[in-house]
């Protein structure tokens, strides 16, 4: 995962995005979240994130139904942007809330990720971690 392109309502900052390149460290891992929607659900939360950015629809297998486990993300990488302080807020509520990780746990996931990794320090981020 690494955060890119410039996003108006999220302040001009980067937004997270999914590599394309296979991981073979194990340990850099991207958490996700699932919603169950219908094909035409699915097409259209696409269609409001934009295709512009989000141009690659990517199958991650399937669920223990056979219900496939689709995302989508950036057929090219771009050049990381740091997100926002309210990005990362939100994104660490839903990591909370989603996998019940402390604090702790979220800083050491985010801090390494592109994007964010040359751009924040220890402190800056466990500031906005600890503001929700």
Known sequence: MYFAKKANGWKDGGVAFISLKPEPDKNKYAYGRMWKV???QFFDIWKQEGR????KEVNLGQ???????VTITSGNKSESNPPSDNYLKTMSIGLEETYHLDKKTTLEYLIEKPGIKDNMTNEKL?????SN
Do not use: A, F, Q, R
């Open 38 to 40: 219908i094909e035409e």
């Open 52 to 55: 512009g950015w989000y141009d």
């Open 63 to 69: 669920d223990n139904d056979g219900i496939p486990i």
């Open 126 to 130: 466990l500031e906005i971690i600890n």
